[in-house]
């Protein structure tokens, strides 16, 4: 199987980037030199330094120059926003010189990490003539910044056709570099910036021939998420042939600027000091919403820089929007979790591509293929072990060329072999196409190497019966070529979209929401092959990719939006707007279901549902939350001062009296299992009146068996806009109630408004 990004990994979403923490620091010896990000206490400044970069310059050429690097070739860079700081190449002996001075106030040390990683807005329900997109203006004057692996420029989704003009208060730009030229920025694109010197600090070079020093992206990853979140109407686009129609961003009126801290390097490597460095130039600039679709290593947010970053971004009102990361189905591995991050899951969507398959007795049946459209498979013979039924017919070397050569090679799924293994198998030995039987949906498009038919295991049993017990089985005709809507529950949780609790806070309920993430189609770099298919490398303009990477972006599309519509809002507004209105039931009236395991779902896979953008226009309440609250919330994790210092970047705040609980729009309670353990819980929330100017709301709730909510007022009048109210909650659980359970409060008032929110109870 050849892979088309040279990530060593068959999943495209197994791109999100995972920083090994220090790990490259082992090897150190004494006095050589390491890169590491040094947080100062700004007010240590004396007057004379106009500005802080003057600041930093001077600190680092005061140490003891045991090495011949000027202060010029030690500063890497000088971080204004994401923390007050620098990043800097330092021998241990000047770090410990640096560090017992009085404005040293954290040290972090370099982390790398390698990559793992047209439809949707109908299925978002985004219509032209009503709705958020009409309201929006189609998200007009919005900035979103993307931090990711840079941009196309030439995709006819960065066209500005129809563009409003870039607004006035932009301050980023277009650099220049290899096979970029700040003439290919446009009021669509109206920023591309690349980060790369903590890489090359680290010895790693950025090859010519796997990546571009500019902007330009390489990977087709910062394409997708860039045109997935605030692409322009592009008319016919399809990934060969499957989901052909218009691709357009979530918010096709928003302009988008890039932030390239990802590289294509022979190690797939990228450093943090990078990607801080994109996070502060994305708030100098001026975005309003900053998209990430990567992530670091779940530390505490102290350690955190995607946090500390984000913060400082919130702080500014910005928001900040994050892939939760692709380590699902398993519990408590969701990424990007602090509380001031829209963190987003992903879904399925209503769309299936499949291929038909005739046999020889007539019996006609459908699978999933993503193989090219415009080939046929005609009367072929069926091979299935010639009668041998072992089940390691498509292992490794099993098949001989000379007996499958222009046959269908039936590969059964009771098997231990990975299907990715079987494609090949079937590949080397030159069968003229294969049947793959398998219960789990682990093939991306790209797999598809081979004329293929995936059939899902239940259905597959007259197939498996039809080519053992029939002599000379045959297939009578495949055909590769179909788009089917509205073929299953949707949405589901995808698979490997990462579930809660979060390791960090579990008592934030994450992920926040769910987006589409599996089979989106969007821009990409078409710079090499896409997939290879026997003697054709295949080149593509779009395609589609899956991924809590591609969810992320729609989010960060729906906040536009949301931000066009609402200027005044703040990032908690949007976000408890986007939560209150999720979806929580799929096309048939069900529960989401988890893909992984076909049963129901719960918040801690989909977290308050899925987006749902025409109702988070108009919401009814919010849940604010500003930043006091994060700091009470802060102060309630028993961080020392050291550490509140490096999440605040500031040497004072207050942990005033009152609740730490975050005035979050959904609620988790965690009991344990300890006979005699406390089995109820109390939240206060505050709800401000966003709706019209009287309403009067009305709690109803729907709790399971085993759980009891009481709430108290249980109406809630407002005479007034912006008028707050104060309500107290309290969650009690069954001691036999299982592990998981939960429950809803929904606001609901007189104008049709529902506020909705997930209750949660988790034992550990
Ligand atoms: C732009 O970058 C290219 C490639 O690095 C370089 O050859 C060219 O001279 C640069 N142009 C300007 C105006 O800096
Ligand atoms: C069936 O396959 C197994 C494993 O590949 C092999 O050991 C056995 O000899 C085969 N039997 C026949 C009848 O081909
Ligand atoms: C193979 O499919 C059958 C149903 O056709 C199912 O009962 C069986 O569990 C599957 N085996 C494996 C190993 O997935
Ligand atoms: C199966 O195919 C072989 C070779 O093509 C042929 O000799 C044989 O008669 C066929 N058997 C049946 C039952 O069709
Ligand atoms: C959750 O994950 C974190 C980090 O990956 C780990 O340290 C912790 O032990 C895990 N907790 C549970 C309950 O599995
Ligand atoms: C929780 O709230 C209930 C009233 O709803 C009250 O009776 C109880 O004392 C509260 N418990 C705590 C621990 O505050």
């Known amino acids: 199987m050849r892979l088309f990004l040279g990530v060593s990994s068959h999943h495209v979403w197994t791109w999100l980037l995972v920083l090994l923490m220090g790990s490259n620091n082992a090897m150190s010896t004494p006095e050589e030199h390491q890169t590491y990000i040094i947080h100062m206490d700004n007010s240590h400044k004396p007057a004379s330094f106009s500005t802080h970069e003057s600041w930093h310059r001077s600190t680092l050429a005061s140490l003891s120059p045991y090495h011949s690097l000027s202060d010029k070739e030690m500063l890497l860079y000088s971080y204004n926003h994401v923390m007050h700081g620098f990043s800097a190449r330092l021998t241990p002996s000047q770090l410990s010189e640096l560090e017992k001075l009085p404005a040293h106030r954290a040290t972090y040390r370099e982390s790398f990490g390698k990559l793992f990683t047209t439809h949707t807005t109908k299925f978002l329900g985004l219509k032209r003539n009503s709705g958020i997109w009409p309201t929006a203006s189609f998200g007009k004057d919005v900035i979103i910044g993307i931090i990711d692996t840079g941009v196309w420029p030439e995709s006819a989704s960065f066209s500005d056709r129809g563009m409003s003009p870039v607004p006035e208060r932009w301050k980023g730009e277009c650099e220049n570099g290899t096979a970029f030229s700040p003439s290919l920025c446009n009021k669509k694109l109206i920023g591309a910036r690349s980060f790369s010197k903590g890489l090359q600090a680290a010895g790693i070079k950025i090859s010519e021939d796997l990546d571009y020093d500019s902007a330009r992206d390489f990977y087709g990853h910062g394409t997708h998420t860039a045109s997935t979140a605030a692409g322009n109407y592009v008319l016919g686009a399809g990934h060969f042939g499957y989901a052909t129609g218009t691709a357009r961003g979530i918010a096709p009126g928003a302009h988008v600027a890039m932030y390239k801290v990802l590289w294509a390097t022979d190690s797939e490597t990228s450093a943090a000091t990078d990607v801080l460095a994109g996070m502060d130039q994305a708030i100098t600039d001026g975005v309003d919403i900053m998209s990430l679709s990567l992530g670091f290593d779940q530390t505490p947010y102290f350690d955190d820089i995607i946090a500390i970053a984000s913060l400082s971004a919130i702080e500014k009102g910005i928001f900040v929007v994050c892939a939760a990361g692709n380590d699902g189905p398993g519990w408590n591995s969701t990424y990007n979790g602090a509380p001031w991050i829209m963190t987003v899951g992903a879904g399925t969507v209503d769309r299936n591509f499949v291929a038909t398959m005739t046999l020889g007795n007539g019996l006609t049946i459908e699978g999933t293929s993503y193989f090219p459209q415009g080939i046929y498979i005609t009367n072929a013979l069926l091979y299935y072990g010639k009668g041998n039924t072992s089940k390691e017919i498509c292992d490794f070397s099993a098949l001989d060329p000379r007996e499958v050569a222009g046959k269908v090679v039936l590969c059964d799924n009771s098997t231990s072999i990975d299907v990715h293994t079987q494609m090949y198998e079937v590949e080397r030995a030159g069968a003229k196409a294969g049947i793959f039987l398998i219960d789990k949906p682990t093939l991306d498009p790209e797999d598809y190497s081979i004329p293929s038919l995936v059939l899902q295991t239940g259905s597959s049993d007259s ?76 080149v593509t303009d779009y395609a589609l990719y899956s991924g809590t990477s591609m969810a992320a972006p729609h989010a960060a599309g729906v906040a536009a939006l949301l931000r066009a519509v609402h200027r005044d809002w703040s990032p908690g507004a949007i976000r408890s707007a986007i939560m209150t209105t999720a979806i929580t039931i799929d096309s048939t009236y069900m529960t989401f279901i988890d893909q992984w395991t076909g049963l129901p779902a719960t918040p801690l896979d989909f977290g308050a549902g899925h987006i749902n953008p025409n109702k988070a226009m108009d919401p009814g309440l919010i849940y604010d939350i500003d930043l006091q609250d994060y700091i009470q919330f802060l102060c309630g994790l028993g961080y020392n001062d050291r550490q509140m210092s490096a999440v605040l970047r500031r040497r004072e705040w207050d942990c005033k009296e009152g609740p730490t609980n975050l005035n979050y729009p959904s609620f988790v309670a965690i009991f344990t299992k300890a006979t005699n353990s406390p089995t109820v819980k109390n939240f206060t929330r505050v709800v401000t009146n966003v709706g019209g100017d009287t309403a009067v709301y009305q709690a109803v709730l729907e709790v399971p068996t085993g759980m009891r909510i009481r709430i108290e007022p249980n109406t809630l009048t407002f005479t007034g806009k912006d008028q707050k109210q104060w309500f107290d909650l309290s969650v009690e659980i069954d001691t036999e109630a299982p592990d998981v359970i939960y429950g809803y409060l929904r606001w609901v008032d007189q104008h049709n408004h529902i506020v909705s929110s997930p209750v949660v109870a988790i034992k550990t």
């Open 463 to 538: 197939v498996r019966e039809y080519a053992m017990t029939v002599k000379n089985a045959t297939v009578k005709e495949m055909r590769f070529l179909l788009t089917k809507l509205g073929t299953k529950p949707a949405p589901q949780v995808a698979y490997f979209s990462s579930r809660g609790p979060d390791p960090v806070s579990p008592g934030v309920l994450k992920p926040d929401i769910l987006a589409p993430g599996e089979d989106v189609l969007a821009a990409v770099a078409p710079n090499r092959p896409y997939m290879e298919t026997g003697i054709y490398d295949l």
